[in-house]
């Protein structure tokens, strides 16, 4: 099996979108870039112009911007349509008085109107925040309150959680959905709707605010991470070259508009790069997302190791009765793709699934497997050309390959967070020696492919060898009993920290002493001894954030009998 893998991925065609890494890295220069923008002869920037009215300009009104679906219905959107459309929710938003550099919040579940809603408030030069549906009472206070939010777009469903009294600066709730306002700051959608479709776009500066974006909570209180207009530079380059967009792909990124990549991924990277997008509500569901792919033609696919591992924990047969022959190439990031992933995907859906790294801060893919490059299953790959990416020790010298330590970016690369909001002694100290700290551990090999280790404060130290959970994780699930694994340190008087594995079985496996007793095995044998976890708790399911991510720091605290601390971006 492992032969198979390793030959299919050295199959790998190297000729693909990016030709030559080297030399693209080489010549790389984002004022070349720059020229594929309309603003670089006319000097008028707004994101929305480039991602979308471009396209009608140039000729391509008629071509399908975005194909919604869910359970119950699906409908289509051209980038006509959706130009339009944002222009009568902009020119509706400007009736109210709201303009540009006021933060509008928009809380509800996928659907057309959240997507018509963002490119208004981007339109008019303000500030849109994006917030998770599943955000309850408190999480939805802090980020209104800590952003200062003007306006919400909402559903009546979601009413209830947002405590209006306790908001001085919010004005307006538009409701999404409902036929009657009950109170005088309750706008209707439809009635912001009824304003005219007349032209209507706010030119603003390269480095004006566009998106507000909380992080996603894994380490701690989540931080308001403002991303501005410049992002297209890098958010198109990722389109072109990590997700490999062409002008006739059908692309499907299953991330919500809460998280970066439903927004930098979901939104921008395709449409700025002219290519229709599939936009999916509702919740994770194996057979409707088959169904999708197999239903819309989808060419390219994004998602993340979450997903990746619950489609891959359900079973293999399932695949194999939708025809997923349109598929190129799938696109993966959040999260540590682990290898058994990587072949699970060559082996059951024969697709070649990429992993790239970013973070929120980033705004956009740092570190990628590029199709031109071998992949290299397990590692986050190579820099993006134009971004120089390195690791360093804790006083921010550079170390030589093979050495552990901070992933660092050297800034500025344009999707890079400006600030973070209300709090810029927070973003003061993501700075070291000229360098931006990522909070991740990894290393660089000797042929520039970077490998992550796990967050720098989940790094384990067991007898005194250093162990990264994210291997001792995919060691794990390459056992097939194993679904899903998290892996931290409790301490330990002898040992320092001993490693303790919580894991969620596949279906068919029951817990039992042998059981268990295999898998440390398992890792004892084909990972190492000093790596075996010597605790288990077998789970139902995982602490994870409502992006997916497994929170270690929620693990270690149940261990520990210990505050959980912010727990707004949990799962139920
Ligand atoms: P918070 O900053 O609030 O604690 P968070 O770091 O999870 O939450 P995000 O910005 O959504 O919030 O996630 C970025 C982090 O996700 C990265 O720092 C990294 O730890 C992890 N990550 C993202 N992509 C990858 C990847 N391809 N491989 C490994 N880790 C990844
Ligand atoms: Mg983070």
Same mark, same amino acid.
């Given at each position: 099996?492992?032969?198979?893998?390793?030959?299919?991925?050295?199959?790998?065609?190297t000729?693909a979108?990016l030709g030559n890494?080297?030399? =693209?890295v080489?010549e790389?220069d984002w004022?070349?870039?720059?020229?594929n923008?309309?603003?670089?002869?006319?000097?008028k920037?707004?994101?929305?112009y480039?991602?979308i /009215?471009?396209h009608v300009?140039e000729g391509k009104?008629d071509?399908?911007a975005f194909?919604?679906?869910?359970?119950?219905?699906e409908?289509e959107y #051209?980038?006509?349509?959706?130009?339009?459309?944002s222009c009568q929710f902009?020119n509706?938003?400007?009736s109210?008085?709201?303009e540009?550099?006021?933060r509008?919040f928009i809380?509800?579940?996928r659907?057309?109107?959240?997507?018509?809603?963002?490119?208004g408030? &981007?339109?008019?030069?303000?500030?849109?925040?994006?917030?998770?549906e599943?955000?309850?009472?408190?999480?939805v206070? /802090?980020?209104l309150?800590?952003?200062g939010?003007k306006?919400?777009? #909402?559903t009546?469903? @979601?009413l209830?959680?947002i405590p209006?009294?306790?908001l001085?600066?919010?004005?307006?709730? &538009?409701?999404v959905?409902?036929?009657?306002?009950?109170e005088?700051?309750?706008?209707?959608?439809t009635?912001?709707?009824?304003s005219?479709?007349?032209?209507? &776009?706010e030119?603003?500066?390269?480095?004006?605010?566009?998106?507000?974006i909380?992080?996603?909570?894994?380490t701690?209180k989540?931080?308001?991470v @403002?991303?501005?207009?410049?992002?297209?530079?890098?958010?198109?380059?990722?389109g072109?070259w990590?997700?490999?967009?062409?002008?006739?792909d059908?692309y499907w990124?299953?991330?919500?508009p809460g998280w970066v990549?439903?927004?930098?991924?979901g939104m921008?990277?395709p449409?700025l790069?002219?290519? #229709? $997008?599939v936009?999916?509500?509702?919740r994770?569901?194996a057979?409707e +997302?088959f169904?999708?792919l197999?239903k819309?033609?989808?060419?390219?696919?994004?998602?993340a190791?979450t997903a990746l591992?619950?489609?891959?924990?359900?079973?293999?047969e399932?695949?194999?009765?939708?025809d @997923? %022959?349109n598929?190129r190439h799938m696109? %993966?990031?959040?999260?540590?793709?682990?290898p058994?992933?990587?072949? +699970?995907?060559?082996?059951?859906?024969?697709?070649?699934i990429h992993?790239n790294w970013w973070m929120t801060?980033?705004?956009?893919?740092?570190c990628a $497997?590029?199709?031109? $490059?071998?992949i290299?299953?397990g590692s986050m790959?190579?820099?993006?050309?134009g971004i120089?990416?390195s &690791?360093i020790?804790?006083e921010?010298?550079e170390?030589?390959?093979?050495?552990m330590?901070?992933?660092?970016?050297k800034p500025?690369?344009?999707?890079?967070v400006?600030?973070?909001?209300? $709090?810029?002694e927070r973003y003061d100290q993501?700075?070291?020696?000229?360098w !931006?700290?990522?909070?991740?551990? =990894?290393?660089?090999d000797?042929d520039?492919?970077? +490998?992550?280790e796990?967050?720098?404060?989940?790094?384990?130290?067991?007898?005194?060898e250093?162990?990264?959970? !994210?291997?001792?994780?995919?060691?794990l699930?390459?056992?097939p009993a194993?679904?899903e694994a998290g892996?931290?340190?409790v301490? /330990?008087p002898v040992?320092?920290?001993?490693?303790?594995?919580?894991i969620?079985?596949?279906?068919?496996?029951t =817990?039992?002493?042998?059981? @268990?007793?295999?898998?440390r095995n !398992?890792?004892?044998t084909?990972?190492a001894?000093h790596?075996?976890p010597?605790?288990?708790?077998?789970?139902?399911?995982?602490?994870?954030?409502?992006?997916?991510k497994?929170?270690?720091?929620?693990?270690?605290a149940?261990?520990l009998?210990l505050? #959980?601390g /912010?727990?707004s971006?949990?799962?139920?």
């Amino acid at each position: 099996m492992t032969n198979t893998l390793k030959e299919q991925i050295e199959m790998i065609d190297t000729a693909a979108n990016l030709g030559n890494y080297e030399k =693209a890295v080489q010549e790389m220069d984002w004022k070349n870039v720059e020229q594929n923008f309309t603003w670089s002869k006319t000097g008028k920037v707004n994101m929305v112009y480039e991602a979308i /009215d471009r396209h009608v300009d140039e000729g391509k009104g008629d071509k399908k911007a975005f194909i919604y679906c869910d359970s119950n219905h699906e409908e289509e959107y #051209t980038f006509s349509d959706l130009k339009a459309l944002s222009c009568q929710f902009a020119n509706g938003l400007r009736s109210k008085g709201i303009e540009k550099g006021d933060r509008v919040f928009i809380f509800m579940p996928r659907s057309p109107e959240l997507y018509i809603s963002m490119l208004g408030i &981007i339109r008019i030069g303000a500030i849109a925040g994006p917030m998770f549906e599943a955000f309850m009472e408190e999480a939805v206070k /802090d980020r209104l309150l800590d952003s200062g939010a003007k306006a919400v777009v #909402t559903t009546p469903a @979601l009413l209830e959680r947002i405590p209006v009294n306790e908001l001085p600066d919010l004005q307006y709730i &538009i409701l999404v959905g409902a036929d009657e306002a009950a109170e005088p700051y309750q706008l209707l959608f439809t009635d912001l709707m009824q304003s005219s479709d007349e032209y209507t &776009i706010e030119w603003v500066d390269r480095e004006a605010g566009m998106l507000l974006i909380y992080t996603s909570g894994s380490t701690g209180k989540p931080k308001g991470v @403002l991303q501005v207009h410049d992002a297209m530079v890098h958010q198109y380059l990722s389109g072109k070259w990590v997700y490999d967009l062409k002008e006739d792909d059908i692309y499907w990124c299953t991330a919500d508009p809460g998280w970066v990549t439903g927004t930098s991924a979901g939104m921008w990277s395709p449409w700025l790069n002219g290519v #229709t $997008n599939v936009l999916r509500g509702g919740r994770f569901d194996a057979n409707e +997302w088959f169904e999708t792919l197999e239903k819309y033609k989808v060419t390219v696919w994004f998602s993340a190791p979450t997903a990746l591992r619950l489609l891959k924990g359900n079973t293999d047969e399932l695949p194999k009765k939708y025809d @997923l %022959s349109n598929l190129r190439h799938m696109l %993966s990031a959040g999260e540590p793709l682990n290898p058994e992933v990587i072949r +699970w995907g060559l082996e059951t859906l024969n697709l070649r699934i990429h992993d790239n790294w970013w973070m929120t801060e980033t705004g956009s893919a740092i570190c990628a $497997n590029f199709r031109s $490059n071998p992949i290299r299953p397990g590692s986050m790959g190579k820099p993006l050309p134009g971004i120089e990416v390195s &690791i360093i020790d804790d006083e921010g010298n550079e170390l030589p390959p093979n050495h552990m330590g901070n992933l660092a970016i050297k800034p500025k690369w344009p999707a890079m967070v400006r600030t973070i909001w209300n $709090n810029p002694e927070r973003y003061d100290q993501y700075f070291l020696k000229g360098w !931006f700290v990522t909070g991740d551990s =990894a290393y660089k090999d000797s042929d520039g492919y970077f +490998w992550f280790e796990g967050r720098v404060d989940d790094v384990i130290n067991t007898s005194g060898e250093r162990v990264g959970p !994210f291997e001792v994780e995919s060691k794990l699930v390459e056992h097939p009993a194993v679904a899903e694994a998290g892996v931290i340190g409790v301490p /330990d008087p002898v040992r320092g920290e001993v490693i303790k594995a919580f894991i969620t079985l596949r279906s068919g496996y029951t =817990a039992s002493e042998e059981l @268990l007793l295999e898998i440390r095995n !398992f890792v004892k044998t084909n990972l190492a001894a000093h790596a075996a976890p010597r605790l288990f708790e077998v789970r139902e399911t995982m602490p994870k954030t409502r992006s997916g991510k497994i929170m270690r720091r929620v693990l270690k605290a149940w261990e520990l009998g210990l505050p #959980t601390g /912010d727990l707004s971006t949990m799962e139920d």
